[in-house]
């Protein structure tokens, strides 16, 4: 069964430090793997996509790896900031054309 | 400016009442989709579109009808056969070119809520 699976469901970190966010897929065949950030009551921001022969991308203080062996990304966010509050959606396309989305990870920055 | 538009931000329904919700895009995207989101849910696909006057359903399209007239317009009308409209519902378009991977830019989404 197609799932993409985050870790963890919500994180609360203080402004300035680093976190990193986890995605795991079992979507086959696997085509491509994007990250979007989406702010409370807003539609989803597009951050990184890559495909099989990406295995990391970055997005200013964003950085996406991916591992296509063990089916594994992981975001990482350098010297967080306030507007980093928000929800990061891990969605991975197969190459059926069929999406699949992950459930989020919710992102708290405090001052 | 280009871009994907939704109308309205918020809608209000009493049950039994079908409603529409607009979505506009000006990026010449051929394919445009809709989605519903709960809380703690991924996102659900209701319907999608990839050529004008066609469209299929998606995951969840019980109780939603939509239409593809123009290329730029994806309306969606929840009817009152849906039993839990209540949600947060994104339109999202994409370039079905191979070398865009089937990115999708969302819109900023219409929250309805049925009283």
């Known amino acids: 069964k197609n799932q993409v699976e985050q870790s963890p469901q919500s994180l609360i970190i203080l402004e300035g430090k680093n976190c990193t966010l986890q995605?795991?897929?079992?979507?086959?065949?696997?085509?491509?793997l994007r990250w979007y950030k989406q702010d409370t009551g807003r539609g989803p921001v597009s951050l990184t996509i890559?495909?099989?022969?990406?295995n990391t991308k970055s997005n200013g203080r964003y950085t996406a790896t991916l591992d296509a062996d063990t089916k594994q990304s992981s975001l990482h966010i350098t010297a967080s900031q306030l507007s980093d509050s928000a929800s990061y959606i891990c969605v991975v396309g197969g190459r059926d054309d069929k999406i699949i989305f992950g459930k989020g990870t919710r992102l708290h920055i405090l001052p | 400016d280009g871009g994907i538009t939704q109308s309205p931000k918020y809608l209000f329904r009493k049950e039994g009442q079908n409603v529409t919700l607009s979505c506009e895009q000006n990026l010449n995207h051929d394919a445009m989709y809709w989605y519903r989101q709960d809380p703690g849910q991924g996102l659900r696909l209701i319907y999608y579109?990839?050529?004008?006057?066609?469209?299929q359903k998606g995951d969840i399209a019980e109780g939603y009808s939509v239409s593809r007239e123009k290329k730029e317009s994806f309306p969606l009308t929840v009817t009152s056969a849906q039993k839990n409209p209540t949600a947060f519902y994104l339109c999202?378009?994409?370039?079905?070119?191979?070398?865009?991977?089937?990115?999708?830019?969302f819109g900023p989404g219409t929250r309805l809520t049925v009283l």
């Open positions: 890559m495909t099989f022969s990406e």
């Open positions: 999202a378009s994409s370039d079905l070119l191979v070398s865009s991977y089937n990115e999708q830019f």
């Open positions: 579109s990839q050529i004008v006057n066609d469209f």
């Open positions: 995605c795991n897929y079992t979507v086959s065949p696997f085509s491509n």
